[in-house]
C-alpha cells in the first residue's frame, strides 16, 4: 500500500509552468469574453447614456415599450411626448430606446442610419 503513496509523490509538476499552467485557460476564456461581450456592451450602454443626454424638443423617438412620438417638453427626467394631435403623455427618460426617422424606422440608440440587410 504504501507503494502507491511513492507513486504520487514522484509525479512531475503540471508541465513547466507548474501549477500556473493550469490557469492559463480560464484566463483566455475570460480575455475573449471581455472583448467579444463585456467591452462592446459597456460601449453601447455610454453611447445610449449620451444620445439620452442630447435629448431636445423636436426630436422623434421610440420608448422601450413601442410608443413613437415627438417630444414636446424636456426636464430634468420627465419627457413630455406628443403621440398623437393634442395628445400628451409624460414618460421618464430612461423609457426612451432610440430615435427613429421621420418614415417611423428606427435610427438606432445613437441617431445614426443603421445599415439594412441586403442593401
Known sequence: MTGIAYAADAAPAA????????????ILIFVVFYFLLIRPQQKQAKQHQQFLSELKKGT???????????????????????IARDITIKISRDAVAGAINKDGTSAGAAGKDVKKAGG
Open 15 to 26: 508541465g513547466p509552468l507548474g501549477a500556473m499552467g493550469q490557469f492559463i485557460p480560464i
Open 60 to 82: 422623434r423617438i421610440l420608448t422601450k415599450g413601442g410608443i413613437h412620438g415627438i417630444i414636446t417638453d424636456i426636464n430634468d427626467n420627465i419627457i413630455n411626448l406628443e
